[in-house]
């Protein structure tokens, strides 16, 4: 049981390139989400899933998107990659999104855009 | 507009004694509300949470109250131990009107404690 995967760990973009963030559960979450950190401003959430096929966007969602073909993976997509999207980006999941449950992170991917 | 806050970004207290962590919020629709606690490199990990029809939950070394007159919460720590330097979020949860029955969560800013041997 890895609980919450996510790669890559560390990335460095160019302004302008696209890229994706991988995200995998292993415990049957319906519900994931991608949330940013940055300094003084806690965990801000991006988009979120509350199984496959349906997505919605979090407080962030500009410049991100997301889709949930099969309940493991939630993969975030930066299709025009800005400096202003430099952050730490993490993954979670839980059992259920109409709950208040615990929601299990994943490690974080630290990304550059410069 | 940050609807949960943090005023401490860091806090060091001595190994035995009371950390306390306090957090703030402003939207009375939060009716859930938990800690999280964070190491270097590492994802959030949950600590402890509480229902806004309660105003005290204890785990162990961890205590929340919950002051919602006061739109207060706070975290005690006792006795405090070196292994809990990290940083701690506190975090609201309510239904976003817009999402139909999923929930939220909103989170602080964090506060760092550092605990010395």
């Known amino acids: 049981n890895a609980g919450v995967t996510q790669t890559p760990k560390f990335q460095v973009l160019k302004t302008g390139q696209s890229m994706t963030l991988q995200c995998a559960q292993d415990m049957n979450h319906e519900y994931m989400s991608w949330y940013r950190q940055d300094p003084g401003m806690g965990l801000r959430l991006i988009h979120y899933s509350v199984g496959a096929g349906i997505t919605d966007q979090g407080e962030v969602p500009n410049g991100y998107n997301v889709s949930r073909s099969t309940t493991e993976d939630f993969p975030l997509r930066l299709l025009s990659a800005a400096p202003s999207q430099t952050s730490v980006y993490f993954c979670a999941s839980s059992y259920s999104g109409s709950f208040v449950n615990e929601q299990f992170f994943g490690p974080g991917t630290r990304l550059t855009v410069l | 507009d940050q609807q949960v806050k943090q005023n401490s970004p860091s806090l060091s207290v001595q190994e035995g004694r009371i950390s306390i962590l306090n957090c703030d919020y402003t939207?009375?629709?939060?009716?859930?509300f938990l800690w999280y606690k964070k190491y270097p490199a590492e994802g959030p990990t949950f600590l402890i949470s509480?229902?806004?029809?309660?105003d005290k939950n204890e785990d162990g070394r961890f205590t929340v109250f919950l002051n919602k007159s006061a739109k207060h919460l706070s975290l005690h720590i006792v006795p405090s131990q070196p292994g809990d330097s990290a940083v701690y979020f506190c975090a609201a949860s309510t239904y976003r009107i817009s999402s139909g029955s999923a929930r939220q969560l909103t989170f602080g800013s964090g506060t760092q404690l550092t605990v010395l041997p």
């Open positions: 939207n009375s629709m939060f009716d859930y």
């Open positions: 509480i229902s806004s029809i309660k």
